[in-house]
Each structure stands twice: as structure tokens, then as C-alpha cells.
């Protein structure tokens, strides 16, 4: 599947849901423009990083990229379009396998060192994680 035609797929989807959905489609199509004319499994994780973090300092755009592009690729991999690599999943492996490669490559789980030298979880709890 081409890369525009998965983005396409999922503005309308956000649309459907009543969302007005402009802004984060702007940046999705740019992500498009910036990989150009490339099916799914042709985008590399080192490409969407590289489209992420932009030129010059990071900013709070880059967060806002982040956010739209784990949307997106978590809609995908939901689909089974894709894995975060580029590389279409393993029927097989189930939801978890999926789940970890989110976690794996979005780094879902933060984690701080506090004055004990303690591993502090950053992560919202399972509650408001609901939430989300």
C-alpha cells in the first residue's frame, strides 16, 4: 500500500470520527511530501526520526510530530498495514508482539533516577492511562 493512501485512509478515519482533524493533516501529508512517493513498507525507521526531529533546534514542533506520527503508526499497526520499521507484521505473533513494538520504538515508558539511585517509572498510571 502506498504511504499517501494509508494517510489518506486514516485523515478520513480521524474526519468520521468528527474531529476536524486539520492541523495534524497538514503534518501528515508533509511527512508524505518528505518520503515521497513510497509504499508503506519503504519508509525506515531512521526516516521518520529524521522527519521528526526536523532541521535546526528542537522545538515543541517536534513533540507535536511525535504525537501525530505514533497516531498514525499505531492506527497502521492496529490494521496490520505495517510495523513501526517499515516491515509489514507477523499474523502470527498476536496483539502483544504488536504492543512491544510500539512500546520498543515510542519508548511508552519513561523512567528517572531519583536521589537513591532508585528506578523512578514516569509512566501514567494504568488509571489515567485509560484516560488517555
Not at 5 to 25: C, H, P, Q, T
Not at 56 to 84: M, N
Request: charged letters at 25%; hydrophobic letters at 45%.
Amino acid at each position: 500500500m502506498r504511504l499517501r493512501n494509508l494517510v489518506e485512509a486514516y485523515i478520513a478515519y480521524k474526519r468520521s470520527l468528527g474531529m476536524s482533524f486539520v492541523s495534524d493533516a497538514a503534518v501528515l501529508r508533509s511527512f508524505c511530501r518528505a518520503m515521497g512517493d513510497a509504499s508503506v513498507e519503504a519508509v525506515k525507521l531512521q526516516s521518520i526520526l529524521a522527519f521528526i526531529a526536523g532541521n535546526g533546534a528542537q522545538t515543541t514542533r517536534w513533540g507535536l510530530k511525535f504525537r501525530i506520527l505514533r497516531g498514525f503508526y499505531r492506527y497502521a499497526l492496529e490494521r496490520a498495514f505495517t510495523d513501526v520499521a517499515g516491515r509489514r507484521p507477523e499474523r502470527a505473533a498476536g496483539d502483544g508482539a504488536q504492543h512491544q513494538v510500539l512500546q520498543d520504538a515510542f519508548g511508552s515508558t519513561r523512567t528517572a533516577t531519583d536521589a537513591d539511585s532508585k528506578r523512578v517509572s514516569l509512566a501514567p498510571s494504568s488509571t489515567s492511562a485509560a484516560l488517555w
